[in-house]
């Protein structure tokens, strides 16, 4: 067994250094002799040399490129790659705050084993050898006993690849699973699949730069400060692009908006049906396009005949009027008019229809493989490193699986069980769904989960219903948490494994499915700081240590990826040459499909499905119907959740600069909600579902900007760990008040916006 | 050559990058922050108007921070106002003398923008500047800046009714020029900002001046302004007087090698 001598890795960083590294700054040289004579001390760039490395951001899963710069071993300052197509040499915010969020010093230091209870947070410090042993140790009890099946993985963010991805198809379980999808993307990713024959992919193939219409159906671009979308948004506006934002909130894209539409929550689907009847009642809809790349438009037209738009109005809250208007503003448009697909969709649990009638709305205008409207991406040309077939193919999937994971057959484990998620049965496709294997890990139906590997997954302020996250923490035999920061599931674990953060090391090759498809290069600007380890390297060392050595062939990381990269005629030093980012030629237009007699649609028509069979098929809709949803009780106000441009999901709560910029969230509510209650601004409560769950104390936001039937708050906040000093109680937490959600029977989907609240008095 | 910030708010997202990528770039401690963003919003719903107030230093071509600063620690250098945080004594006028409520003290001593000094001088820009995806935010020579800031409004007349140019004249012409799309109290920033009283001018400029040393008429200067002057400001006063003596020199030589 070829193991890596782990006290190696500060050693060899410094030895072997960093490629072609000791480059001068591009932006910034040594200090002029113009500097300000009136301040003395020279500015950072200007006390040494100034070395760049390049690098994608971590700091959401966006992944833009960036490049680093360091002054004596010391990172300083991160700026957005030029060439890289995600970041056009621009950062958001978070981004910038990359270098706080490694200096952070509430960071694990050290690998873990428990001592306490499970919950305690009682922990001693170990050798990497024994954590690994142990671990190793463990791992293969589990499969001995109930098979490797029996182990889930949860896995987000950048490094997820090596435990969700690899490490769980070599070693075998189906149960791996990433919040991105039942959580996040996975209604829209299916009812992509559905109509047009594959997903969305995770950059939105927006063809921004011709576009002249933008609507956003609850899209906070601005609060969602992904960098690209914000940078295309802006511009296309400042061009005169027409806006229309659907929203519950005047977001800030609201504020930007031409149009702003309101909407009661959860009627979104009465609003877009309303819109495809006007667009076929009026003719105002493409019909050459619908003519030549669709089917099923006959049972459209008589599905939506009843779905006028005083139907909706008395549905939405909207007129009549607004509803033709904005239908109207987008067909004058089209095909330069889309509605983005969101990124967070998973509301109520009709999720999945709720999409296809959004894509339908596109359909008919016609926006598919036309300039100004969706282009068709393409995954980058790169060879895997060689390795064995996997011991169970397509683990997890989501938005940063390998393509072509979904298949008719679920996958089956060595030992014959396929997911215990329920997929086929509560839903019918999709990704492994995360929310779905709590519950087997509690009752063994239909098998028993005994050990959980958590990566980079803020487990209780993600996952709804936190309580019952806990009851299955408490039966499982062993849990991994490998982590940054102790999170606040960390202290449920058994051996924690630090990481070291992305500045800090080498990781696998960001591939991006773009209209330009581009490879992204990972290099450490630091060796990793404490006694961490890069997210590959624990995952070789566990490999190695559980029989799983042909799948680790490589010695080093350098080695790994120059074999991938040779297969683009490029390697580590070249790569770094050439500014860290490969980009190659796409296929984005219907007419490069023409061309050579394709079609970019691979549905069983090979054209967009208006009506799907294989819905109608499972006893479900083929074309998208408006389903009511719950309305909150008396002196209870659905729970919206969302952004601020300065955080990332549960996971920069704690970062110093971050922090000091948003440090707590405030519980937005109508103005005259919170008159009529007796609040004001500023006014500290408790918030309680019907459940009885309580969090708190969250500042009062009385605002006009909201609806008077819902309350909305930033997510990620309210966390319980007191080793995480910034955020340790501050605000309220979204997720421990989700003590239920809608299962979308379609993707699997968890629909979150199902939850009622009220503001009460006292912890 | 004055220089000058454009920053167009119909341009503005409210993303923050601006705000981290100038804490990064400078170094700043945690606790010090030169730009920040307050949602300001008008109407009720749901016939509102929104957005942000980027609350940073405008740079006042007339600027009081300047004026009444006692030790020089506030000045202003290529139309901008520096802030050389080493000088600074902490007496806080700054604070209550800025029509705009920019300056903050961070731990004893006055902490706000300073147009990058360092960064500029080295050749780059401002880093909020060089971040902000929106690319609402230019820094280059004032008067092209002005000119751009005009032209910009021109086109978004159609849009916004109520577009306009801030910053030409406020307090002497800002050095922060601002494209708002509505009228500036939606954004909470005063239409007319206060003119530096004249009791302050004549404190920093004859009163002061004259008065090294005269205890009587020091008394009276920080009797105008209402607050009693920490006695050693004098002595570092002279020797800040020497220090900025060279700085002046070395800045006409500069100019003179810009002008060739």
Redesign the interface.
Known sequence: MARVDLQITRRQFLATGLAGTALAGT???P??S?????????????TGEVVTTYNYCDMCPWKCGIAVQSVDGKV?????NAPDPKSR?????????G??FMNDPDRLQSPMIRTGERGEGKFREVTWEEALDYTAEKLLAIKDQYGPESLAIFGHTSGDFWFTDYFAQAWGTPNAAKPSSALCLSPRDEASTLTFGHAVGGHEPMDWEEMQCITLIGSH???D?R?TV??D???AR?RGAQVIVVDPR?S?????A?Y?L?IKPGTDTALLLAWINVLITEERYDRAYIDQWATGFDELASHIQEFTPEWAAGITDLSADQIRTTIRVMADRSPQAVIMPGRHVTWYGNDTQRMRAEYLVNSLLGVYGRHGGMYFNKSPFLDSYPHPPFAVHGSSGGCSAEPGEESDVLPLGPSGKARADGAREAFLRGPTAMQELIDPMITDDPYRIAGLIVYGTNLLNSVPMPNRTIEALKKLDFVLAVDVLPQEHVAWADVVFPEATYLERYDQLSTVPHKTPFIQLREPAVPPMYDTMPGWMMARELGLRVGLDAFFKWETIEEYLNTRLRSVGSNLEKMHEAGGVIIQEGKPYLEDFEADGGTPFHTPSGKIELSVAELAEAGLDSIPVYEPTEEPPDGYYRLLYGRA??HTFAKTQNT???S???PENELWI?EDEAVALGYANGDRVWLENEAGDRTGPIAVKA?????KDAVFMVHGFGQQSSGLTNANGKGASDTKLMSRYKLDPISGGAGLRVNFVRLTEGG | MASAFLLDMTRCIGCEACVLACKAGNELPVEMQYIELIERTSGTFPNLVGGFENHRCYHCTDAACVAVCPTGALFKEDGLTRLDRDACSGCGYCVQACPYGVPKMVGGRSSKCDACASNVGAGGSPWCVTTCPAQALQFGDREKILAEAKSRVAALKDRYPKVQVYGETQAGGLGLVLVLPDDPETLDIPADPPLVPVTVDVWKHIVQPVSMGATALAAVGAGVLGVIARRNHLAELKELEEQEKAGVAAGGSESTEEER
């Open positions: 932006g910034m040289g200090g002029r113009n500097l300000s004579m009136r301040y003395p001390d020279p500015p950072w760039f200007a300083i300052k991160i700026d957005g040499g621009r950062l958001c915010g978070r981004g910038q705050a270098v706080s671009i601005g609060e400060a960098n914000m940078q948004f802006v511009e400042a005047f800030t894209a609201a504020a930007k031409d702003w309101p441009p300065v110093p600069d971050l000091a910029v948003y109508n605002t006009q900007r909201i609806r």
